[in-house]
């Protein structure tokens, strides 16, 4: 079974639904299929959207499902397995079978707002803790849990940039170096750890510390225990833009990952296929997402609206 819409939106997130919302205003069929794995469910509140600031990921959602079906944009739970480009975008759908043999739907444009998945370090203790006494973004996280003892787990020489940052919610930070060699560190980078007041700890690290389910130490490999009670890591980011390659999107390599060429509205080299919120780039916060998202859905009406006008002055009248 085929069925078409106007625009389909890959992915249920801030990104997503924002550019549902602005389709729905402008009374374009509109379907959202929504997989249900939002990149922010393990933390408890989301930080730094103005007027939604402490609110839980999970009610924000619910918020913005609600609002978009005002509009008559549809929702799906279900994942999009392929997706082919002809007159139209034909996607195809999982429909809760193994070989995604679910419906396919089709529509004029397509937007990819997947997001991306974070791949933390396998260190014993971290992904259980991530989200609560484990974090990754001090911006998200770093008022709530001023002024305790941080620990930063290194990852590459890039973990210097965080272990700086987080100074300016604790003065009480040690960087654990645990897979980057001290030798890899610059001149540079060594000079500004010591004038932010951060120790440098080399060795790796084995695991967490937990007693009374809160984070108290960083055990070293060595055995050595150091007393911490926030730990900042940085996962690998890794897009989920499988569906944008096999459309022939143009892709550029990033220090965070291969992403999505991309304009300043969101669309990418394939006409009509556009990418929002993580999934054009790795440092999109829940408001920028949503901004993102809602700057592709006004583009992508005013494209869909041009593309009707010039169709109709190219047809001749009978």
Known sequence: MTEDYEVIVIGGGAAGLSAALVLGRARR???????????????AHMQGYLSRDGMPPAEFLAAGREEIARYGVELVRDRAVDAERGEDFAVRLAGGTPSGGGRTVRARALVVATGLKDELPPVE??????????LHCPYCHGWEVRDQAFGVLATSPLSVHQALMVTQWSKDVTL????????????EDLRRLAAA????????????????????GVRLTAGEVHAREILFVAPRAVPRTDLLRRLGAETTETPFGTYPVVDARGLTTVPGLWAVGNA???????????SRGYRAGAAINGELLLADLDRAVATPRT
């Open 29 to 43: 069929r509109t379907l959202v299929v929504d997989a249900g794995e939002p990149r922010n469910a393990p933390a």
């Open 280 to 290: 054009a780039g790795f440092a999109e916060q829940v408001v920028n997402a949503a």
């Open 125 to 134: 203790g971290v992904a259980a803790r991530f989200g609560r006494d484990v």
């Open 197 to 216: 007041g951060v120790r440098v700890v080399p060795g790796e690290v084995a695991g967490l510390v937990v007693e009374d389910d809160r984070l108290t």
């Open 176 to 187: 654990f170096l645990h897979s980057v060699d001290q030798r890899e560190l610059s001149d």
